[in-house]
């Protein structure tokens, strides 16, 4: 908002001193000392403020006692041994050379402005694109960031539903350990009195088959 106020207000002035430049230079153009008075009255209102300002005029040389036209004279005026043109050549070029200072003045300033607010906009521009990108790049991330959260979870209750059912598959081979463990305890006693009532009948037998060998033996002694 500035640098279009500013600019305006400099290519006004430019404009402006151009105008003057231009009334001016018609005015040196001639020996008529009353013709800024006739372009004056035809040049914008502008020019001739900035004309006013550089140039004074002398209505007291000004023909019939002068009121609205008059004779210029520079504020560093020449010696009196200068003639009339002399003078007026002398102001008039350093007029237009202080005119022609501002107005290249004016435009290097105008021309450095409009680089700065080039510059401006191109890193405001660029500052947008990096944000742009930088809040992709996090939405990309953050979207990314979801999805894998999402995958995990679902993993994670598939995981507990496999779980579980370890778990349920496990506790039901526990309790066949458990019946089988008791079958076998249940075995093996069975086994320890089978095999102590074996050991008893075989015990007994072999009392009777000594009992048997001492008969024969006593037979065939006679005894």
Same mark, same amino acid.
């Given at each position: ?13 430019? #404009? ?15 020996? =008529? ?15 001739? $403020? ?7 005029? =002398? ?58 607010? &080039? ?35 679902? $993993?994670? &209750? ?30 093996? #006693?069975?086994?320890? =009195? ?30």
């Amino acid at each position: 908002k500035m640098y279009k106020s500013q600019s305006k207000d400099r290519k006004l002035s430019i #404009k402006v001193i151009k105008q003057a430049a231009e009334v001016l230079k018609k005015f040196y153009a001639t020996k =008529d000392i009353t013709a800024l008075a006739r372009v004056g009255q035809q040049a914008p209102a502008s020019a001739l $403020q900035l004309g006013e300002e550089l140039v004074v005029v =002398d209505s007291s040389e000004a023909p019939n006692g002068g009121s609205s036209s008059g004779k210029l004279s520079s504020p560093m005026a020449p010696p009196k041994t200068f003639s009339g043109s002399t003078r007026k050549s002398l102001a008039g070029a350093a007029v237009m050379k202080l005119l022609e200072k501002l107005r290249e003045d004016m435009t290097a300033e105008q021309r450095t402005a409009d680089k700065e607010e &080039s510059d401006a906009v191109a890193a405001f521009e660029q500052l947008q694109k990096d944000s742009r990108d930088q809040f992709d790049q996090s939405m990309s991330e953050i979207t990314e960031r979801m999805k894998r959260k999402a995958t995990i979870t679902v $993993q994670m &209750s598939s995981d507990k539903q496999d779980k579980s059912g370890v778990e349920e598959e496990l506790g039901t081979v526990q309790d066949q350990l458990k019946a089988l463990h008791k079958k076998c305890d249940e075995v093996m #006693k069975s086994i320890k =009195d089978r095999t102590k009532s074996r050991d008893f009948e075989l015990s007994q037998l072999r009392d009777v088959l000594d009992i048997l060998a001492g008969s024969q033996l006593a037979v065939r002694t006679g005894a």
